[in-house]
């Protein structure tokens, strides 16, 4: 067995296995504040394109250095709710202070915005960019 880590070392890509030591996927996305050191949970990405799973802080057992142990089966883990991005608001910014400089950047954050985080109302499952995005911090373990 490993040394065990603090959940705030976790990264995109880490294995993740079952109570038994059967892998079951890859850890997607990490839930919690950083600031007051409270975990909430993780997504783990079942497969490369497949929806991910959302597993309670509670069900995580051991983490080690590129390693995550569930208290799970793997048949629990596949039973799992998919995990839902939050929904995200709307970011008001000062206004623009009428330079040319200031439009064309917030022009340009308008347009990222709307491409990489468009504003959500409600929870939602990730469509298949975002899994593909996804899958990309994965493989470079972000």
Known sequence: MGERVSWLE????????????????EVDEVAGDERH????????????MGQPRYVTADCVGPIEEGLVSLTLSAAEVHDLETYKEPATSLRIEP????????AIGSETR??????MAPTQRH?????MVARAWHLLKRRRGR
């Open 10 to 25: 976790l990264k995109p890509g880490w294995k993740v296995v079952d109570r038994d030591g059967t892998p079951v996927g």
């Open 37 to 48: 050191d409270i975990f909430d949970g993780l997504s783990v990405a079942l497969s490369a």
């Open 95 to 102: 206004g623009d202070h009428g330079g040319t400089r200031e």
């Open 110 to 115: 308008k347009l990222e915005g709307k491409v």
């Open 123 to 127: 929870e939602h499952e990730l469509g």
